[in-house]
């Protein structure tokens, strides 16, 4: 194996930008339906992997919500979160920023408090059994109506110890993060950090509007903010993080071709990018296997995976002494590791 594969492999990684919901794989899936007596459209295991075949995030979205059907209990929530970290120590992850959507779940009537508490449980045995180290961001589904948006949040401030930031995830094109401006607003007043997604498949003015009306301190996505040079002065003046999945970006459709990918002209105008999965079960890959896949499709250089590996520690909401102890590690790390 060649020097660049081997230290994306080995170095300490973060991961920022990821849906816990969107880790279910399709043997989980089967097993949890069984479990709970879920009664799910798929036959078998390789009937669910063929349904992963989207031509747009509208596509993968209503598979995604379809999946979260099977889970139930609180033990469902443990057993998907503890089952990525399991992965995440194998692949050398120190930190996660974990996205949940709980109107996914309260909408089919599961409690609010049983989605968070399996998430916390699996968090805490994973510090305590790997070292990871991790904050919960909580989404707002943004095709849904911003009264329920409301209603979500409220539920979050009984909770605020477990949750670090919000977020603005699902379909969109026509759902402008100014339609969440009050509800960001009162999560902002109440002490939530907050990020969105935008510029995935909606414009450039989208980011904007995450930065001006959402006051977001990172951009998840964000890669057609290229298509405005006064907005990509902005971001890198203001260092603002962009949270990139680049294999998320091909099976969308947002990028067919990882030859074309913007990751490296986002570098290049001094971007502080980073590398995610985003839904790894249902995008083929997790944290390493985008890392290997961005970096053979653009020829990445040691010294721009180093760059990608060291951004999601800065850009991590970890506290200023954590983030200084992740980064001297992370820099001691590629100081001793050889190219031989
Ligand atoms: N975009 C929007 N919503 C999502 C995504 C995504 O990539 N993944 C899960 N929900
Ligand atoms: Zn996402």
Do not use: W
């Amino acid at each position: 194996m060649d020097a660049i594969r081997r230290l994306i492999k080995a170095m300490p990684k973060a991961e920022l930008h990821l849906h816990i919901e969107g880790t279910l794989e399709p043997e989980m899936m089967m097993q949890l339906a069984v479990r709970n007596g879920i009664k799910l459209p798929y036959a078998d295991v390789e009937a669910i992997r063929r349904a992963f075949a989207f031509g747009s995030l509208q596509d993968f979205l209503d598979v995604y919500y379809a999946g979260m059907s099977v889970l139930v209990t609180s033990r469902d929530f443990f057993d998907l979160a503890f089952a990525y970290l399991t992965r995440m120590h194998a692949e050398n992850v120190r930190h996660v920023e974990i996205f949940f959507d709980p109107q996914g779940h309260t909408s089919r009537g599961i409690s609010f408090d049983t989605v968070l508490s399996g998430l916390v449980d699996a968090l805490e045995r994973a510090k305590r059994d790997y070292g990871i180290t991790s904050k919960l961001i909580m989404c707002f589904l943004r095709h849904l109506p911003e009264d329920d948006a409301f209603v979500t949040l409220k539920q979050a401030c009984r909770c605020k110890e477990h949750i670090f930031a919000v977020g603005l995830d699902s379909s969109e094109k026509a759902h402008p993060p100014s339609k969440f401006s009050r509800v960001f607003r009162e999560a902002r007043e109440n002490g939530f950090v907050t990020v969105a997604h935008a510029g995935e498949e909606g414009p450039p003015s989208y980011v904007c509007e995450a930065l001006d009306d959402l006051e977001v301190k990172r951009v998840d996505h964000g890669n057609r903010a290229l298509e405005d040079a006064s907005l990509v002065q902005r971001l890198v003046r203001d260092e603002i993080p962009m949270t990139v999945c680049p294999l998320s970006n091909q099976r969308l459709q947002v990028c067919p071709d990882l030859t074309q990918h913007p990751l490296r002209r986002m570098l290049k105008a001094g971007m502080r990018v980073t590398v995610n999965s985003d839904d790894p079960s249902y995008f083929g890959g997790y944290l390493t296997d985008n890392f290997l896949a961005i970096q053979s499709a653009l020829s990445l250089d040691r010294s721009e995976i180093v760059t990608l590996g060291r951004n999601a520690f800065l850009s991590s909401f970890m506290d200023d002494a954590d983030k200084q102890a992740a980064l001297d590690a992370f820099n001691a790390f590629v100081a001793g590791f050889g190219d031989s």
